[in-house]
Nanobody, 118 residues
Framework: QVQLVESGGGLVQAGGSLRLSCAASGNIFSINNMGWHRQAPGKQRELVAVITSGGSTHYADTVKGRFTISRDNAKNTVALQMNSLEPEDTAVYYC????????????WGQGTQVTVSS
């Protein structure tokens, strides 16, 4: 089992910044992907950004150039720096860890609310 604990959500005005953090504990498989997804009211959960244990990153087109994902493998943490926030970024943000090498290795945090006011 893996436990993920997110922090850093909150209320911010459009154009502002927030930094989300997620700490993983438990049975951490060394080769993994850590990422952030979000779900806005009435919408499906969507990928925001993901980073592999090797440091490769992928971003949703809607956040490219505004958000930056990073991780600390030694501490099993992942962060999402969100700049130039827009009201459309309002959602519950979820941390995720998974591994393509371990069947069923796919865990989620409890989510943290990000609200961007116009």
């Amino acid at each position: 089992q893996v436990q993920l604990v997110e922090s850093g959500g909150g209320l911010v005005q459009a154009g502002g910044s927030l930094r989300l953090s997620c700490a993983a504990s438990g049975n951490i498989f060394s080769i993994n992907n850590m990422g952030w997804h979000r779900q806005a009211p009435g919408k499906q959960r969507e990928l925001v950004a993901v980073i592999t244990s090797g440091g490769s990153t992928h971003y949703a087109d809607t956040v490219k150039g505004r958000f930056t994902i990073s991780r600390d493998n030694a501490k099993n943490t992942v962060a999402l720096q969100m700049n130039s926030l827009e009201p459309e970024d309002t959602a519950v943000y979820y941390c995720n860890i998974n591994s393509p090498y371990v069947l069923g290795y796919d865990y989620w945090g409890q989510g943290t609310q990000v609200t961007v006011s116009s």
